[in-house]
Each structure stands twice: as structure tokens, then as C-alpha cells.
């Protein structure tokens, strides 16, 4: 990569610097037909025309054979106990019960599910088998296989597709009232569902241990919403993101205008995702930036508008008075962010999730 150092040290103190792909890598992918945009992120990413098919549609990779000789197994023990290893147990025994197994059940000294979600998948589509509704099920166990798959390596086109396939179902908003209640506690809601999500959502799992496993078995809407409210209480021991030390530098991969914060480009780098290990979120450079409608949001988060784009920079709101004088419009600012969509009340907006700013 070429760097370009810009010189200006942001509010946090971190210098950003503007990155650039390889001219030939990036001319190769524009000569295929790629959008401009998608070729500059893969060609940064080092994603060459053999690869780009698992980055730009991973559904359609195969999902792992079908393998495993689990059938009439009655006891099932979490392998790990991170956000993968409760999901894959809770999905086997899931599964185990559908399939002629009712008696099936989670227990430490049980048989150990598979760690890896590959191997997870491949199991529970051998349990399925010639179930009549095989298809409908194995939909409903890649939901938890997302969960499982996000924190993997996603370069790997069968992660990647576990993950894009389970966010899809996740996105549809038909949950169990268990993982409804996850998901409202890890506040990832339906709606353009992104990994980033799922993430949360899988470090809520996490924190929540033995009580994950039961919130996501739970079958009694009443007794999820009091778990759900239980999981919500849950502290994570370490500070929030907004209060650990930033790091050494900024790589940023798109500059715009604010008027180049568009459904088009949104779009584009939509076709990116899942986002993760080997093709992390873009960060975005908006230069120029005039804010309106500032406010606090839970006396931590810092919200404004810019034109009609929500900005959010959660944990933001210490840096309230240095943005006061932005509003009269006498100073523009650089924001340094991740641009996507919001569903707020079911309504898609276009919204840039501040890291950090320089004043211009």
C-alpha cells in the first residue's frame, strides 16, 4: 500500500493517513467491470480476481457437506465457552431434537459439540438429512451459525457464507423469543443488519455464559423477557470502546464530500459485507463537514446531522463544547467514520458512525 500521511492530528491525537491500492491490482479489477468503489476496497484489501466472487457473494459458496454420526446422541457439552462454542452446542442439541432426539440436552460431561462452525454446519446438515423440511431448518440453525461464524477467520468463503447466509435470516426479524431478547439486549436489531451486529451481539452472548444458553433455549416469551432484561444488566468488565486508547494511526480508504455520502455508495460498500478479519469496515474520511442539531445522547454519545445524514459518535459528548462553534457553520470538520444505514423505527437513513474528527 502507499501511504499519504495528511499531516492534521485529530481531537483524539492520532495522526490519519490515506491509504492507496496497488495500481496494477486496482486497474486489473476496473477491467473486469467492478464498481470503482468496490474495486478500490478489494484491490486494498489485496483481493484478487480468484477471490472476489467469496467477498462479493458469498452465498453463493457451497455450505460444508453434510458429516458427522451424531444421530440418537442425548448429551451435548459447549466445547468453549466463547460466543461460538454455546452457539454451536445449542444449535446441535437444537437439531438433535428435531430429529428424533427429544431427551437431548446440554451438560457438561456431555459430548463435546464441534468448536469450529464449519464443522458445526457440516453436523447438523448430516442430522437433517432427508428431513421433509430440512431446507427451513438448517435456515433456522445458520442464525445461530452466524453468531458462531462472526468471529472467525472471514476470508475463509464457507465462514463468510455461514455468516452472510444467518445474517440474512437474522435480518428477517423471526426470531425465538430468546434470541430476540439477545438481540434487543446487544441492540442489534433487524433491519440492514450488518456483522458488526452479530458481533455485539455475540460478545453479549459471551458475557452472558451459562445464561446465554439458556435465554437462547427459552420457549416462554415471559421468562425470555426477564432473562433478556437479566442479560441486558451484564457489564462488561472492560471500559467501553470509546474510552480505550485509540490506535497509533488512522487508515482511511475513502475521502468524500458530505454530499458524496449517498444510497449509491452506501450501497457499494454494502456489497462488502460481512465485514471482518481480512475486510474490515471502511473507514471514511468526510471533509468539509458542517453540522447541524447537536445534541447529547444518554450523556455520553454525541448525535448531529449533517445535511440529511444522522452522525453518531458514541461516546462523543465529552467533545461537545469543540463542536459548539461548528454549528454557525464558521468552521468546517474533517469526521473520520464508518458510513452505512440505520433502521431506527423501521426507517432506513443514511448514517456515519464517528471514530474521530480533525478540525479543519
Known amino acids: 500500500m502507499i501511504g499519504l500521511v495528511e499531516g492534521n492530528r485529530s481531537i483524539l491525537g492520532v495522526p490519519w493517513v490515506r491509504v492507496e491500492p496497488e495500481p496494477a491490482l486496482l486497474e486489473r479489477l476496473l477491467g473486469i467491470g467492478q464498481a470503482p468503489i468496490v474495486a478500490r476496497l478489494l484491490a486494498l484489501r489485496d483481493v484478487d480476481v480468484g477471490g472476489a466472487e467469496s467477498f462479493l457473494q458469498p452465498s453463493a459458496i457451497q455450505l460444508p457437506e453434510p458429516a458427522g454420526d451424531w444421530q440418537g446422541t442425548t448429551s451435548v457439552a459447549v ?14 442439541v437444537t437439531t438433535l431434537r428435531l ?15 464441534p468448536a469450529g462452525v464449519i464443522q ?21 440453525m445458520l442464525k445461530l451459525g452466524a453468531v458462531a461464524a462472526v468471529g472467525g477467520d472471514l ?34 436489531f433487524s433491519g440492514g443488519l450488518v456483522a458488526a451486529d452479530v458481533r455485539r451481539l455475540a460478545r453479549r452472548l ?14 416462554v416469551p415471559d421468562r425470555a423477557r426477564e432473562l433478556g432484561v437479566t442479560l441486558s444488566e451484564i457489564r462488561d468488565p472492560r471500559p467501553p470502546v470509546w474510552e480505550r ?7 482511511v480508504e475513502l ?7 449517498t444510497f449509491p455508495l452506501q450501497a457499494d ?68 467514520g464508518r458510513f452505512g444505514l440505520s433502521s431506527w423505527q423501521g426507517i432506513l437513513r443514511r448514517q456515519l458512525r464517528v471514530v474521530d474528527a480533525v478540525l479543519d
Open 206 to 219: 459471551e458475557l452472558g455464559g451459562v445464561l446465554s444458553l439458556e435465554l437462547l433455549q427459552c420457549t
Open 99 to 113: 430429529t428424533g432426539t427429544p431427551q437431548a440436552t446440554l451438560h457438561p460431561s456431555g459430548r463435546p459439540a
Open 155 to 188: 476470508r475463509n468463503p464457507r465462514v463468510r457464507a455461514i455468516l452472510a447466509l444467518g445474517m440474512a435470516e437474522l435480518d428477517l426479524g423471526r426470531q425465538g423469543p430468546g434470541l430476540a431478547c439477545a438481540m434487543n439486549a446487544s441492540m442489534a
Open 255 to 261: 475521502v468524500v464530500e458530505p454530499a458524496g455520502l
Open 79 to 92: 466445547p468453549r465457552f466463547d460466543a461460538a462454542g454455546i452457539c454451536n452446542a445449542v444449535a446441535l
Open 269 to 336: 460498500i454494502a456489497r462488502l459485507e460481512p465485514a471482518g478479519v481480512g475486510n474490515v469496515e471502511p473507514l471514511v474520511a468526510v471533509t468539509g463537514a458542517r453540522l447541524t442539531r447537536l445534541r447529547v445522547i444518554k450523556k455520553q454519545h454525541l448525535k448531529a446531522t449533517l445535511d440529511d445524514v444522522d452522525v453518531i459518535w458514541r461516546g462523543g459528548a465529552r467533545h461537545r463544547g469543540l463542536f459548539e462553534g461548528l454549528l454557525s457553520g464558521e468552521r468546517p470538520v474533517t469526521l473520520l
Open 120 to 140: 458445526a454446519i457440516a453436523t447438523i446438515r448430516g442430522l437433517l438429512g432427508g428431513h421433509p423440511s430440512a431446507g427451513s431448518l438448517l435456515l433456522r
Open 245 to 251: 486508547p485509540p490506535p497509533a494511526r488512522f487508515d
